[in-house]
């Protein structure tokens, strides 16, 4: 027989490894119309994997997806065996088996004894040497990564991992298989974690170990990311899902490789996984399930009581906003929105008009949408005042500063707010990286200054990080929540430091995709497919930096770099580079894409 290497070569498939992931991906290539035998050692998996076809092929027939003789038909091409030697016919082996390098290379020695010359053998790897293993078969140049990722059915992405070692022919091949299965395949080289895991998991660490610091709570840093960056899901909800001796493995395997400080496992990893709190296959890990194996989350003690909220606020009847940027406008008509009188000052009448007019037409929008009626969107904008001089604040309960992201700007304004505002008004800095004690020690109030960081567009993100400083008053930090319950926002609690919750996961992920590129690891394109369809991200990182911009990208990189000293927070020189080059992102029309001037 031909070595495969034709769209239609690879018919007859063996899948050693009977697990969630395997037996995925068994139902991904026999809906295909592959002949799929299904491998296992533990005879009860092998039957499990043939109760789940059955029921998932049976839901398809519910939902009207499937015939019946078409389900039949999927399932009489399924078959499973306890015996390695039923691989001899296949022309692809993918194997699945748990992550050891011992227990993959004896697999893979097995089935060197018994598959024919001509098929190609995939380990389905996520972190160990694909190298390393090739090189321990008799077929090295046969042997490549196949890495599918959870649940296999529904996931898009396909990394194909080849080394040094490796065939194109059997790439080429492999990868239109991949095609045909409905996969996105991305062609990536031998490194622990490849690029979607290679990313993903350093971010997910970095969760990991502000949760073990005691920095935020696991419900906040959750609700922050999937609130502030449209996730899915949390990282640490995604930790119990994946499985935290699973993480651990995958980072034990990036931090050998790379010495990177990032991808040292955050030691509750390890306490968690050696007490047996593996996550959802556990019935607990970060949070408890009312099963193992099962989703649902339940309350325990750790879970903070239902609406909870710090009690003692003071009174708001009136908010001044201080600025005339898109964010300024856009708190503003959250303010507005919910019933408040805002007065907007600029520093001129005019900007604070012009802020006030790109709110009119943002409310014109939602109108079109069908979000609010006219006569909403107009009460909302007659409750917004303009002034053209802080001096306006005067009189406000609560007033919020978004200027210019510059410490010194912050500061004037802060030092003009502190004369201008009445005793007890509460002093709000929208700042997202600068720290708020810097602000707050040039007034002579600081109890009554925090943090309140929206997300862009404020109307419509709904989270608000609410940074509290070591001087902030208790009574100040219950009215910001209380706040943010009135205009419907989410608010989540952070300490005073660099990034907070979002930009302090978000940020050193992004500067990571930056140095894949800087070291030809992966293009730009496969980086954004691949965390688009296997981390679940609504934008690629290349994508976003162009979006929030380069410059502003830096300066956030930089203040993490500054605040934790971890050379893996630097930022990556490319970025550096195109800084200085004026190449921004969108805002210039070339960031690492070419993007049309608006």
Do not use: W
């Not at 080289?189 to 920095?215: C, H, I, K, W």
């Not at 449209?230 to 990036?254: C, N, Q």
């Not at 995709?513 to 394109?525: N, R, S």
Request: charged share 20%.
């Amino acid at each position: 027989m031909d070595r495969p290497s034709s769209q239609s070569a690879i018919r007859t498939v063996a899948v050693v490894g009977l697990g969630t992931m395997g037996t995925g991906i068994a139902e991904v290539l026999v809906r295909a119309g592959r002949e799929v035998v299904g491998i296992d050692v533990d005879g009860a998996a092998a039957r499990r994997a043939v109760a789940s076809l059955a029921a998932a092929t049976a839901r398809s027939v519910t939902k009207g997806l499937l015939s019946e003789p078409e389900r039949a038909a999927v399932i009489d091409r399924f078959r499973v065996s306890t015996a390695l030697g039923s691989a001899a016919e296949a022309d692809l082996v993918i194997e699945v088996v748990p992550e050891s390098y011992e227990l993959k290379q004896r697999v893979l020695n097995g089935l060197d004894a018994v598959v024919r010359p001509t098929a190609i053998l995939a380990t389905g790897t996520d972190a160990l040497s694909v190298t390393r293993l090739a090189a321990g078969s008799r077929r090295p140049e046969r042997v490549l990564g196949l890495h599918f990722f959870n649940p296999a059915p529904a996931m898009k992405l396909v990394e194909v991992v080849s080394c040094v070692l490796t065939d194109p022919a059997a790439v080429g091949a492999v990868t239109a298989l991949a095609r045909e299965l409905g996969k996105e395949p991305v062609a990536v080289g031998d490194r622990p974690g490849f690029v979607a895991d290679g990313l993903l998991f350093g971010y997910l660490n970095q969760a990991a170990a502000m949760y073990e610091s005691t920095y935020a709570s696991r419900e906040d840093i959750d609700a922050a990311m999937r609130l502030g960056c449209g996730l899915p899901m949390g990282p640490l909800a995604l930790l119990d899902l994946i499985g935290l001796d699973t993480a651990r493995t995958v980072l034990e395997a990036m931090y050998a490789s790379s010495g990177d400080r990032l991808h040292a496992p955050a030691p509750v990893l390890g306490q968690l996984a050696a007490a047996g709190l593996t996550g959802r296959k556990a019935g607990r890990g970060f949070y408890t399930y009312e099963r193992p194996g099962g989703g649902a989350v339940l309350r325990d003690p750790r879970t903070p009581p239902e609406g909870a909220r710090p009690a003692g606020g003071r009174p708001v009847a009136s908010v001044g906003v201080a600025g005339s940027g898109t964010m300024a406008g856009g708190i503003a008509q959250v303010f507005a929105r919910a019933g408040l009188p805002v007065v907007l000052a600029a520093r001129s009448r005019e900007k604070a008009g012009a802020a006030k007019a790109a709110v009119a037409k943002s409310l014109a929008r939602a109108v079109a949408r069908g979000r609010l009626t006219g006569e909403e969107a107009a009460r909302t904008l007659d409750r917004i005042t303009v002034a053209g001089s802080p001096e306006a604040l005067g009189e406000v309960d609560l007033a919020v500063e978004a200027v210019a992201e510059d410490l010194a700007v912050k500061q004037e304004l802060f030092r003009a707010l502190d004369t201008v505002c009445r005793p007890g008004a509460v002093l709000a800095t929208t700042t997202s990286s600068l720290p708020v004690i810097e602000v707050a020690r040039v007034t002579s109030r600081p109890q009554d200054v925090i943090g309140m960081h929206f997300f862009n567009p404020a109307p419509a993100m709904k989270l608000v990080e609410v940074v509290r400083t070591v001087l902030t008053a208790d009574d100040v930090h219950a009215t910001v929540h209380a706040l943010c319950g009135r205009v419907r926002k989410h608010p989540v609690d952070c300490g005073d430091r660099a990034g907070f919750i979002v930009n302090a996961l978000l940020f050193p992920y992004l500067n990571n995709a930056v140095k894949m590129v800087e070291q030809h690891y992966a293009g730009l394109d496969e980086i954004d497919t691949a965390m688009r369809l296997g981390g679940g991200y609504p934008m690629g990182p290349f994508e976003l930096l162009d979006v929030v911009g380069l410059d502003v990208s830096l300066a956030i990189a930089k203040a993490l770099h500054r605040e934790f000293r971890d050379p893996g927070l630097a930022p990556a020189p490319l970025l550096e580079q195109l800084v200085a080059a004026g190449c921004l992102g969108r805002k210039t029309g070339r960031g690492f894409r070419e993007h049309a001037r608006r």
